[in-house]
């Protein structure tokens, strides 16, 4: 068989060209909008994770000072309620016990969140001991002493302890909080 050939006019052409510009095009702004969302979803996790880190040292508190109820206890405290409203009892029952409820889901969450947090900053911590890097420990002594050690510390007192200027030590929090999220968080 012989080679087959096409004939095509100048305005064939174009409108290929045209076509193929426009998918070309598409394929670009699709590929824009993927990479994006990603970096958006990394920025997300940072961002939570600051979030987490913030909020930690409260979290562990309320959960020193609370004590978990117990089943008999939480009857207890919802007849209370009860008998302090002397009124409709089937609906101030029923909204005591969502106090109780939502209570108790709050303290599991708290226990948790803290759980994770200082799960992976046990991990963050053993992968900074193991490297030579004398930075990589130095952001995860940076961010101990920010968020997770009992008495919180200023920015410019921990750069004063690390001997580097306090730009230097909220670029180094942004490194190890980066890291940490992959703990935390996942990729």
Not at 42 to 59: E, G, P, Q
Not at 150 to 160: L, M
Request: hydrophobic share 35%.
């Amino acid at each position: 068989m012989g080679e087959v050939k096409f004939l095509l006019s100048q305005e064939d052409i174009d409108h290929v060209a045209k076509v193929a510009g426009n998918e070309a095009v598409k394929a670009f702004v699709n590929q824009q909008k993927k990479a994006e969302k990603k970096r958006s979803r990394a920025n997300d996790k940072i961002r939570r994770t600051k979030d987490m880190l913030k909020s930690y040292r409260r979290m562990k508190a309320t959960l020193d000072e609370e004590t978990e109820f117990t089943d008999e206890e939480k009857i207890e405290l919802r007849w209370r309620f009860v008998e302090d409203l002397l009124g409709s009892a089937d609906s101030f029952t029923e909204k005591s016990e969502h106090v109780v409820i939502d209570s108790e889901k709050k303290r599991q969450e708290n226990l948790y969140c803290v759980h994770c947090i200082e799960n992976a900053v046990t991990l963050y911590g053993e992968e900074c001991e193991k490297s030579s890097n004398e930075e990589a420990k130095r952001r995860f002594r940076e961010l101990y002493a920010m968020y997770i050690s009992e008495d919180g510390h200023s920015v410019k007192e921990i750069a004063e302890a690390e001997n580097v200027g306090e730009k230097t030590v909220y670029k180094d929090l942004g490194m190890a909080t980066k890291i940490l999220s992959v703990y935390l968080l996942g990729m």
